[in-house]
């Protein structure tokens, strides 16, 4: 079993920055992909921004673009996303995600067979 654990989130002011990172661990897998989404209240989990295994490459939602910027250490078998200039429809339960399926992108949740927990991030005014 694979365990995905975020640790970063809480409470920052908007226009501040903040960084989640996402640790796994378990029967580590090779080449898998990983993502972020998050859920505010009352709102379905959305896609925010994914990365491929071997070449990096990125994908990101259009409302985080430009703002957001996701990493991967594959030595270190964790993940990143760099929130910068966050503003208050940032405020959500932020989810690492992970699928076996290493050089591919999804941006819907059922493209993902493992999950966190989850940490909330809250932007203030």
């Known amino acids: 079993q694979v365990q995905l654990v975020e640790s970063g989130g809480g409470l920052v002011q908007a226009g501040g920055s903040l960084r989640l990172s996402c640790a796994v661990s378990?029967?580590?897998?090779?080449?898998?992909?990983m993502g972020w989404f998050r859920q505010a209240p009352g709102k379905e989990r959305e896609f925010v921004a994914a990365?491929?295994?071997?070449?990096?490459?990125?994908y990101y939602s259009d409302s985080v673009k430009g703002r957001f910027t996701i990493s991967r250490d594959n030595v270190k078998h964790a993940g990143y996303l760099q929130m910068n200039s966050v503003n208050l429809e940032d405020t959500a339960v932020y989810y690492c995600?992970?699928?076996?399926?290493?050089?591919?992108?999804?941006?819907?949740?059922?493209?993902?067979?493992?999950w966190g927990q989850g940490t909330q991030v809250t932007v203030s005014s």
């Open positions: 995600a992970a699928h076996g399926d290493g050089d591919s992108y999804y941006n819907i949740p059922q493209g993902y067979d493992y």
């Open positions: 990365i491929t295994w071997s070449d990096g490459r990125t």
């Open positions: 378990g029967r580590t897998f090779s080449n898998y992909g």
